[in-house]
């Protein structure tokens, strides 16, 4: 049985729960009743209940990559001038890899992002936007700020949710130094910027430099492993 959401569709037909051409586009694949109707429905499959399960046992490597399809999904959606506005971490679910999909186009183990319900799509990119009035979300505002550059309060709350995804895979286990840093940076130092925020990165430079850290990584569990299985060797000789 396939569980579905249906919600009545006040927005307008670019929203990224519509468009479902690009495979950089991280909102689950939903279908539009007809526009003629007077309350058009949005109807897409329910993939909450899978949460963050496939993360659980993920070494760091693979953690990192559900991290940077995330951080993909929010720099696709800044290209399309649109700012999410309540990034967190129950607004991101991952498909299983069970087949078959609930939808066609559902692909197995892509993180996806959900509710759009206070998502803006603006007239000026990132880099260019001043600051708006920031809806009720999830993740605090720093210092109480309630105007910020649309664009730059994802990227403060992208941060909180890459370490919540690094955290559910770790668990009590500390972040490498690495990781600290690069967290530290998309969270920033906010100064209540009025106009296009500097204090911390764009969505594209975040992810950027996280492929980069992903890459490191490979090569370091790569090392490791090759390390455990040399070890491993030499234990078998002298045993022998």
């Known amino acids: 049985m396939t569980i579905v959401h249906i919600r009545i569709w006040y927005g307008q037909y670019t929203n990224p729960e519509v468009q479902q051409c690009c ?8 279908e ?14 329910a993939l909450q209940q899978n949460g963050m399960m496939p993360i659980l046992n993920a070494n760091l490597y693979d953690t990192l990559g559900f991290c940077l399809q995330f951080m993909e999904g929010v720099e696709y ?10 990034l967190c971490a129950d607004n991101v679910v991952t498909a299983s890899d069970v087949r078959p ?8 183990g892509k993180l996806y992002i959900i509710d759009f319900g206070f998502s803006r799509q603006l007239s000026l990119g990132p880099g260019a936007h001043p600051a708006i009035k920031l809806p009720p979300t999830q993740v605090p505002k720093p210092n109480g700020v309630e105007h910020l550059d649309p664009y730059s309060w994802d990227v403060y709350c992208a941060a909180d949710v890459v ?4 955290q559910t895979s770790r668990g009590q ?6 990781l600290q840093v690069y967290l530290r940076w998309l969270t920033g130092r906010e100064r209540g910027c009025v106009e296009s925020c500097r204090c911390r990165p764009t ?7 996280l492929v980069a850290i992903h890459w490191l990584v490979g090569i370091q569990e790569s090392c490791q492993g090759v390390l455990r299985r040399a070890t491993g060797v030499v234990q078998y000789l002298f045993s022998s």
């Not at 959606?77 to 309540?86: G, S, Y």
């Not at 370490?163 to 690094?166: K, L, P, T």
């Not at 969505?203 to 430099?209: E, K, M």
Request: no cysteine; glycine share 2%; aromatic share 0%.
């Open 173 to 178: 286990e500390p972040l490498p130094i690495i």
């Open 163 to 166: 370490r919540e995804i690094i």
């Open 32 to 45: 539009l009743t007809p526009p003629e109707v007077d309350h058009p429905l949005l109807i897409m499959p």
């Open 101 to 108: 999909q609930p939808h066609p186009d559902v692909i197995p």
């Open 77 to 86: 959606l800044h290209d399309q001038h649109i700012a999410h506005l309540d």
């Open 203 to 209: 969505a594209r430079r975040a992810r950027q430099v």
């Open 23 to 30: 495979p950089r586009n991280p909102a689950i694949p939903g």
